[in-house]
């Protein structure tokens, strides 16, 4: 997803600005319905519906930085309708896009998102609000971390004072452009876990959530300046990439086992880049595929190993690829992640590219993609990226969803 993070929110006002043309079109909900809704449960035996919903430079929401209270508020409950309308059942929010939060912390400052600034109160707690109307209207609410990134810009100048970037200027490393937590130090994934289990002990939802982001994605002549790290905490391993997997592996098992012991009902899962290595690198397991970038050796995410150790509920592979896609085939992903997946109690959901749909040839090829999946029984839904570009309804594959495979809305998992 960080590849194309930067691209979508430069393209924030041309999608806003298709959105509304399109509005007499697309199946939408109203935010005046808001009041009639009552409290209706999360249906876990439901094939799992999503859409992500990212707040880092304001992609989905808020639209933009300083919006008032209440300004907010209707943005969101017009999402929570329409994916309502668009007979889906659950959101992946961004609450913590970097080392802010949208809820009040101990760990973090307030996201600049809401406000304009970093560690400014925005006059309520969004993270609250948002899970009382999901769940109102019967929709699963994910909260979606990032657990290492500090800032896009690569600079500390827009932290505020109290955030971790700040006060523990040693805890991170310059990479890209951006900012990071470095996993190689073991008080940083003390630091993430302590992070994210203050919003499960304080908060209803219904799962923990990451992506894609745990070693950034690799710069070309670019090498990521951790040695002194592995200098001084992987003694024992064969390779600085070995000691990567594990820094993060590390992060994974303590997440799941806190997770678990605080709220034993709450998801914990995994959105991962959607090859996690080409059959040429591993002849055994790897996918035939040929794809640039491979979990396992570019972002050191063993994803078939947190599997096997039942650390995540769920995977949710980002196969952001077309049917019949030269170097990373829709349909081949599918087959290989319901493979291992049938391997493991771990549930599987895909993740799809909503935001491709404009630049496939074939305008039903979101929906032929839905249909495929259900040949898998492995497979327990989907997640769309992102909630902004199913609101342009391109092709009309938001209302084609809706109106076809999604039409009915009892379908089990």
Not at 204 to 225: A, L, R, T
């Amino acid at each position: 997803m960080k590849s194309i993070l930067k691209k979508i929110s430069l393209l924030a006002i041309t999608v806003l600005t298709a959105a509304t043309l399109n509005a007499s079109n697309i199946i939408v909900g109203s935010n005046n319905n808001a009041a009639k809704v009552s409290n209706q449960k999360v249906t876990k035996n439901k094939e799992l519906r999503g859409v992500w919903v990212a707040s880092v430079s304001n992609i989905d929401w808020p639209s933009k930085k300083g919006l008032s209270v209440d300004q907010q508020k209707r943005e969101f409950l017009t999402i929570l309708d329409n994916v309502k309308k668009w007979n889906m059942n659950a959101v992946f929010v961004q609450v913590k896009p970097a080392s802010d939060a949208f809820y009040p912390s101990k760990y973090s400052p307030w996201s600049e998102y809401l406000t304009g600034t970093q560690g400014i109160n925005p006059g309520y707690d969004p993270l609250k609000f948002m899970v009382e109307e999901a769940h109102k209207r019967g929709i699963e609410f994910h909260a979606w971390f990032n657990p290492y990134r500090l800032s896009t810009s690569g600079s500390r100048d827009r932290l505020s004072s109290d955030n971790i970037g700040r006060k523990k200027p040693e805890w991170t490393v310059a990479y890209g452009g951006q900012l990071y937590l470095n996993p190689g130090i073991p008080e940083v994934n003390d630091y993430v876990v302590n992070s994210i289990v203050e919003v499960v002990k304080n908060y209803d939802i219904d799962g923990v959530h990451m992506d894609d982001y745990f070693y950034p994605y690799k710069v070309k002549n670019q090498e990521y300046p951790d040695s002194a790290q592995f200098k001084k905490y992987g003694s024992k391993f064969s390779s600085i990439g070995d000691w990567r997997r594990n820094n993060v592996n590390t992060l994974i098992e303590k997440l799941h086992n806190s997770i678990k012991k605080e709220k034993e009902n709450v998801e914990f899962g995994i959105s991962p880049f959607g090859v996690w290595r080409n059959a040429s690198t591993d002849p055994v397991r790897g996918s035939q595929t040929t794809a640039g970038v491979q979990n396992y050796d570019d972002l050191y995410a063993d994803i078939l190993l947190w599997m096997n150790k039942g650390w995540i509920d769920y995977v949710a592979p980002q196969i952001y690829w077309n049917q019949g896609h030269k170097a990373a085939e829709y349909n081949t992903l599918v087959k290989w992640w319901s493979k291992y997946a049938a391997q493991t109690n771990t549930n599987l959901y895909i993740g799809q590219a909503a935001y491709k749909i404009n630049e496939w040839k074939n305008a039903k090829e979101l929906i032929n993609q839905i249909n495929f999946n259900r040949n898998y029984p492995e497979v327990k839904g989907s997640i769309f990226f992102s909630y902004k570009s199913l609101l342009t309804n391109p092709k009309n594959a938001t209302n084609g969803l809706a109106q076809g495979p999604y039409a009915n809305t009892n379908i089990e998992n």
